[in-house]
């Protein structure tokens, strides 16, 4: 398709809708077009002027897809300890929604963190964002940081990455750093990609270090950064292009 075949004289002015999806402010988006950075239907448009329907285009900035349906939101949460990671709890406990309480959106779980673990978990509305987000084939990494029991050497890194075996079958991290190390107990932190249930916590109790608290701080691309317990913040722009990029969207 040809650039002034995509001109929609009834439609937003690109730099509008990248505005509004959250990449950049409208002088920024500007620069990013006059840059050569956007493609609209795979084309790179220099244009300012043009103008587009979002509900008939895909858009990439930096090849990375920007999200136009604007009645799709996925969100960071910092889940706190003693929440489980439903929507709604039989026995009456603390769940994801007192969260999200201002938001009218029927927003779903990517994959739980056990009702111990506290950090990052998000939530969506884009059914196929979350399917891929948890399925094993795309091997999305996942960043924990740990307080286990006891001294724990540099050689545990070693014999981590290059695999063990649990009950449900071997199990590897992709990353291990270890950032403090007393006699009772040491601060360690773990990337892997793997979904299986209280795995790190099944990892470390394998290998004598039980877990005692655990955090996670990164799900694919995004952290946990600033983000306090108990609160959320809206995914977009190119964060969430890059989050879709890591899973073929």
Known sequence: MRQQDMHNPNGERLQKILAHAGVASRRAAEELIAEGRVE?????????????DP??????VDGMPVQLDQSKLTVAVYK??????????????RTLAEYIQDRP?????VG????????LILLTND???AHRLTHPSYEIPKTYIARVEGT???????????????EDGPIHVDKFVLREAQRKNSIIEVTLHSGRNRIVRRMMEEVGHPVMELVRTQFGNIQVGHLKPGRYRQIAGSELGALMHMVGM
Do not use: A, C, W, Y
Not at 105 to 109: A, G, N, W
Not at 152 to 166: A, S
């Open 40 to 52: 609209v239907n795979g084309q790179v448009i220099r244009q300012l002027g043009i103008r587009v």
């Open 127 to 129: 059914g196929e964002l």
């Open 55 to 60: 509900t008939q285009v895909s858009i990439h």
């Open 152 to 166: 724990v050497t540099r050689g545990l890194g070693k014999v981590l990455e290059k695999g063990i075996t649990l």
């Open 80 to 93: 706190e300890p003693g929440v489980v990671s439903t929507m709604h709890d039989d026995q009456g406990r």
């Open 112 to 119: 739980r963190l056990d009702i111990d673990t506290e950090g």
């Open 105 to 109: 959106e029927r927003l779903f779980h």
